[in-house]
């Protein structure tokens, strides 16, 4: 499964404005090329090389390239700022960069930051194209799989490197993992139209596209996700499947009504979520409004396991992201690493055969993400518990937790009550330095267009609160703010929020 075994002349990846298509004859040929042309540049099985793009579809060029060569790929955010871009492309080890058009400029800053690489491509200056023009399109008697290398912000400190096993074979045998479990999962194959919402320098979106590209689908870029936008990409381009994250979510839904019923949405099939946890509320409104097809997954950039959860199941769990057997058991153990039974809220981890990750050039974050007693036992530190039918629910990220007069308090609670009140945005909800608790309960609040901010509304919230959890989980003040920072995929950055308040 690769894109020479479809029709040349079928659509691989289109924008959702219709304007820049791959067909599979170029995205086979192209990516062929690519990846003649870094083994001539001496690149060798296990190497890396980083790419510094924005939503193009010859990002699955490049990705395709280093599927098929054996090479670490390393997709950077470029909304980061050039210290930050610099540190991974240098930290990667990146023998060749590749910058789209649009970023030559802060793609420069980044270079000279890092002082490297030597080898520069730019998808739109001209010497990406002579390069795959001097390369051969034959493909080679052997493609050894590759794999990316992304990075991940984490909580502290600078982002990691998580670095999997390179992958054994050929490209062009038994389909990887992901293809196989994801195609089983939600029915991907070569009638999937496939809508991307996201910037694909992430995980789930570039391992997506490519599942589908790997099963022949077509691939629908959007070049930011924006609320009505994707409502107009599904209609126009017959969108079967898509993924999100509950942030997109809670936009869409806070459109205006008749703005909502204005696109068809009937080719839809399955509307994947993951990412975040997702209120109850939320997903019960959108189930309202799409029907049955809400499917959800937990996992992580690390590949350490994934739980899954149909609709029909979640209706009988609200709020859980699903059960394990997929790619490892699930374990929930306290902060000691002993076990806890059903009911219990601990660490979450996921125990495999062998560890299926490290943190690039980092023993230490390694081991602090495998268990004490069991290496093979791994965490990216969430909380949570699971019920006595294996189902797991989430509570929050240890990192987040607040404790508050000897309390802990997970403020994903009360940022699900807060969500969805007609006044609030976008919220936050943060511990903060207390003389008296240690840390006080904080929600800093991104007021609703038209909404005036100041004392009664600020009652009104953490009543509203106090309404729906026990006191102590709910604000003790609220803060009001123009924006929070997101990333571009919805993720709230709340590290820097909390850096903000405690400097």
């Known amino acids: 499964m690769h894109p020479g075994a479809y029709d040349p002349a079928r659509t691989a990846v289109v924008t959702a404005d219709g304007t820049r298509t791959l067909t599979y004859g170029q995205l086979e040929e192209r990516s062929l090329r690519l990846a003649d042309h870094l083994r001539a540049a001496g690149l060798r099985r296990g190497d890396h090389f980083a790419l510094l793009c924005d939503n193009d579809p010859r990002a699955l060029e490049v990705y395709w390239a280093a599927l098929r060569s054996g090479l670490y790929l390393t997709a950077v955010n470029h909304h980061l700022s050039t210290d930050e871009a610099a540190y991974i492309v240098r930290d990667c080890g990146a023998k060749v960069l590749i910058i789209s058009g649009s970023l030559a400029e802060p793609g420069a800053a980044v270079v000279e930051s890092a002082g490297g690489p030597s080898i520069l491509l730019g998808l739109d200056d001209g010497t990406y194209e002579k390069a795959l023009e001097s390369a051969s399109a034959e493909p080679p008697a052997h493609q050894p799989r590759g794999t990316d290398m992304l990075y991940s912000s984490g909580t502290t400190g600078r982002p990691k490197g998580i670095q999997p096993a390179l992958p054994e074979g050929d490209v062009r045998g038994e389909p990887s993992a992901y293809v196989l479990l994801f195609q089983a999962m939600y029915g991907f194959g070569e009638d999937t139209v496939y809508l991307s919402p996201a910037p694909i320098y992430h995980a789930a979106p570039l391992r997506f596209c490519g599942v589908v590209t790997a099963l022949g689908g077509t691939v629908v870029l959007m070049d930011a996700f924006d609320a009505e936008g994707a409502l107009a990409a599904i209609e126009r381009h017959r969108v079967t499947h898509s993924q999100w994250v ?173 969500v969805l009140h007609p006044a609030v945005a976008d919220v936050a909800v943060i511990g903060v330095p207390d003389a008296e608790m240690g840390e006080a309960v904080k929600a800093v609040v991104c007021p609703a267009d038209g909404v005036t901010p100041g004392p009664g509304l600020e009652r009104e919230l953490v009543e509203f609160v106090r309404e729906r959890l026990a006191h102590y989980k709910a604000p003790r003040s609220v803060d009001f703010v123009d924006s929070l920072p997101r990333t571009p995929t919805g993720k709230l950055a709340k590290t820097s929020l909390r850096r903000s308040y405690r400097e």
């Open 246 to 418: 509950p942030t997109m979510f809670v936009r869409m839904l806070k459109l205006p009504a008749e703005v909502r019923e204005r696109h068809d949405l009937s080719s839809m099939k399955v509307a994947i979520h993951a990412a975040a946890p997702c209120a109850v509320e939320v997903k019960q409104r959108m189930l309202e409004w799409w029907g049955p097809i809400l499917y959800e997954y937990y996992a992580a950039t690390e590949g350490n396991g994934i739980t899954f959860i149909s609709p029909e199941e979640w209706l009988r769990k609200p709020g859980s992201v699903g059960k394990d057997g997929f790619l490892g058991e699930l374990r929930i153990c306290d902060d000691a690493g002993e076990p806890l039974p059903s009911g219990e809220t601990g660490i979450v981890y996921f125990e495999r055969d062998e560890v299926p990750f490290t943190y690039h050039g980092d023993d230490e974050r390694t081991r602090e993400a495998q268990h004490p007693v069991h290496p093979n036992w791994t965490t990216t530190g969430d909380i949570g518990h699971v019920d006595e039918d294996g189902y797991l629910f989430l509570t929050d990220r240890k990192a987040f937790m607040i404790i508050s007069g000897g309390v802990n308090v997970y403020p994903q609670e009360a940022e699900d009550c807060l």
